[in-house]
């Protein structure tokens, strides 16, 4: 596995700062890091690259508009123009999310609320680029602040769906149990507990004998301009399915299954076979 604790438990434990103590990353964190972003941008199959932006001199420049206090360094994933995989995206940025949260470190994904010009000026990227996440990282501060309280409040930042929401078996009108999801009641459980854009949990799960299908469900006319966020949540619930599937033994792979149909207005995605 790529991570020294188990990814289950990192899953679990995971959870947005966005309040940090106002200290650098420690070296030899922060290479590890710069190591294994750099590993995941050779290996990715879309034109992607992840940096680690260490900015002690440049906090002031790299606009947060208040959501994030105290951070000295951010992620910054860096994406082709002409490249649309938002999906693909955001299973790699959490992998880099969990790698981090692995080292002790604290994170908070960014698809909006960020300056993205001021990034841009900061991580030398080229003309056919654009940023469409960021996150900090550091050692979160005792108490956070009242800001980032509200805000958690606001979205139900700690509240998740009910199974019976986003797990189904043969069709959208019936949910699917733990105990009919049988081994796979973990994987499933881990892609509920996962982060999304203001916590909307698009992913729906269609269980079809040996198949489990992904859709995404939209909320109308939510996002961020030019990157559709909304399958970047889709790229991190397939990135704790695969993840806490090959942690628990269960073997598969992911396939564009034809003739499937989505029901009412979601959105087919992708099936783990």
Known sequence: MEYQQSVINLIKIRKSCRTYDGKAVEKIARQ?????????????KIKVRFTLVNNNHLEGKLGTYGNISGAKSFIVGILNKQEKDAVEFGYLFEKIILFTTDLGLQTCWLGGGFNRRDFKQNTKILENEFIPIVSPVGIKKGNPRLLESVMRTAVGADKRKPWSELFFQGNAAVPLSKSDAGPYEIPLEMVRLGPSASNKQPWRIIKD?????????????????NYDVQKNDIGIA???????AIESGLTGKWQQTANINAPGDWEYITSWI
């Not at 890091?33 to 995941?40: E, G, L, R, T």
């Open 32 to 44: 590890k890091m710069i190591d294994y972003a750099a590993q995941i941008s050779e290996k990715a």
């Open 209 to 225: 004998n040996n198949a489990f299908h992904f859709f995404l469900y939209r909320t109308r006319g939510y996002g961020v301009p």
């Open 238 to 244: 397939k990135c704790h399915f695969e993840l806490s």
